[in-house]
C-alpha cells in the first residue's frame, strides 16, 4: 500500500489534517486508528433507547475562532447551545462558573451585595478572576470569597481530577475555572457555541470522505507501518509512547463513565452538575441537554469517574500540565526535532490540555507548514 502520508489518530487533530492534505494537495493519505471508530474523544453514538450519547464525556463546542467556526460549518450544520453548569455547594446548586449569580444562592442579601461591590471595584463586571489570584486580594472579604469557593469548589474537585492539588498544576489549567464577575449564566462565554446538528460522528465522517483518503481503524500503526510507503507520517498519539518511553512515561489522566438510562423525560434542570466533594464521581451529564433530544421519553446521564491513566487499560485523556512534566517532555520534542519525516500534534503529541477548538487551529497550522513543504 502507498500513501503520500500516514496519520495516526482519527480525532480533531488527525482528521483535520487528513482533509486538508487529501483536498488542497490533492495527496494520497491513510488514517490509522487503534480505536474501532473515527471521532477520537469526540465520537458519539446512539444507545438502546435513541439518545446521542458521548462514549467518552461531554463535548461542547465553543470557540472566539472565526477560523475554526468557519472550517468546520463545511462539515457540519449546528443547533445553536449555551452550556450550562451547576456545582453542589453544601447542598445547595450554584451556577458555575462561581459568578455574581452563585453569590446569591449562597449567601444573605447583606453579605452578596458586599461581595458583589468590591469585586466590581477590584476588577470591573465582566472580569474573569482566577481563584488563586483573587486569594492574593487584599479585601479581607475578598479573601474570604477566594477561599469559600477554593474550598467548596475547587479544591476537592481538582484533587479528583488530577490527584494533584490546585498549587501544583500549571496556572494555565487553574484559569480554566474564574470567578465570574457577571450574571451570565452561561458556562463559557465564547463568540461561537453550538453543536453539531447530527452529532461530531457524523462531522467527521464527512471531513474523512474524500477520494484521496483511506481509513483503517482497529488497527495500530506499527502493524501497518511496514506494510505502508509513506513520506511522511504525522503522529497525533501519545509522543513518549511513539519514543518507547525512551526518557520515561509522561502522565495523563483517564476517565470512567458510567451510564445509565432512566423512564423520565428529564433527570435535571441543566446539562452538567458538578460534585466537588461528595461523591468519588466529579460531574454528572445528561446528554438530550447537549443534543437536543427533548422529545424522547427516555433521558441518559453518565457519571464521570476521573483515574489514573494505564497503558492498556484505559485512554490518556488529558496531559497532567506540571513543570515537572513539561520537562520531560522538552526532552521529547527534542528526539521529535530529530526526525525529517515526522511530524507530533494534538492533545498527545503536544503534551498540550487543547480544547476541541484549539485542536483544530493547531491542525490548520500544521497544515500551511506542511503545504510549503
Not at 476537592?156 to 457577571?182: D, F, I, N
Not at 498519539?237 to 458510567?258: A, K, N, T, V
Request: hydrophobic residues 35%.
Amino acid at each position: 500500500m502507498k500513501a503520500d502520508y500516514l496519520i495516526v489518530g482519527a480525532g480533531f487533530t488527525g482528521a483535520t489534517l487528513a482533509e486538508r492534505i487529501a483536498s488542497q494537495l490533492g495527496k494520497k493519505v491513510l488514517v490509522v486508528d487503534r480505536r474501532d471508530h473515527i471521532g477520537g474523544n469526540a465520537y458519539d453514538e446512539h444507545d438502546a433507547h435513541g439518545v446521542l450519547v458521548h462514549r467518552y464525556g461531554p463535548h461542547i463546542f465553543h470557540t472566539n475562532s472565526k477560523r475554526v467556526w468557519d472550517y468546520l460549518s463545511r462539515f457540519t450544520e449546528w443547533r445553536p447551545y449555551f452550556h450550562r453548569v451547576r456545582a453542589v455547594v453544601e447542598g445547595k446548586e450554584i451556577p458555575l462558573p462561581f459568578s455574581l449569580a452563585s453569590l446569591r444562592k449562597l449567601f444573605s442579601e447583606q453579605l452578596a451585595d458586599r461581595l458583589e461591590e468590591k469585586l466590581l471595584a477590584h476588577f470591573g463586571y465582566g472580569a474573569r478572576v482566577p481563584i488563586l489570584r483573587l486569594k492574593e486580594a487584599e479585601d479581607p472579604d475578598l479573601r474570604f470569597l477566594a477561599e469559600y469557593v477554593y474550598r467548596n469548589v475547587f479544591e476537592g474537585y481538582t484533587l479528583k481530577q488530577w490527584g494533584v492539588r490546585p498549587e501544583e498544576l500549571s496556572p494555565s489549567v487553574t484559569a480554566r475555572v474564574p470567578v465570574l464577575v457577571s450574571y451570565d449564566e452561561r458556562y463559557f462565554q465564547d463568540t461561537y457555541q453550538a453543536m453539531p446538528k447530527e452529532g461530531y460522528t457524523a462531522l467527521f465522517r464527512r471531513m474523512l470522505s474524500h477520494p484521496n483518503i483511506r481509513v483503517l481503524l482497529g488497527a495500530d500503526w506499527k502493524e501497518v507501518e511496514g506494510e505502508v510507503r509513506f513520506d511522511r507520517l504525522l503522529f497525533t498519539g501519545p509522543i513518549d509512547e511513539f519514543f518507547g518511553h525512551l526518557h520515561g512515561p509522561l502522565p495523563y489522566r483517564s476517565l470512567r463513565f458510567q451510564l445509565e438510562t432512566h423512564p423520565v423525560p428529564w433527570a435535571q434542570e441543566v446539562g452538567t452538575v458538578n460534585y466537588p466533594s461528595e461523591h468519588p464521581f466529579t460531574r454528572v451529564t445528561e446528554f438530550k441537554h447537549l443534543t437536543g433530544q427533548g422529545y424522547l421519553p427516555h433521558t441518559t446521564v453518565a457519571y464521570e469517574y476521573p483515574e489514573a491513566y494505564e497503558p492498556g487499560r484505559n485512554e490518556p485523556y488529558y496531559p497532567v500540565p506540571r513543570e515537572e512534566n513539561e520537562e520531560r517532555y522538552r526532552l521529547y520534542l527534542k528526539e521529535a526535532e530529530k526526525l525529517k519525516a515526522v511530524l507530533f500534534a494534538g492533545r498527545l503529541g503536544d503534551y498540550r490540555y487543547y480544547n476541541m477548538d484549539q485542536a483544530v487551529a493547531r491542525a490548520l497550522k500544521l497544515f500551511e507548514e506542511v503545504a510549503r513543504g
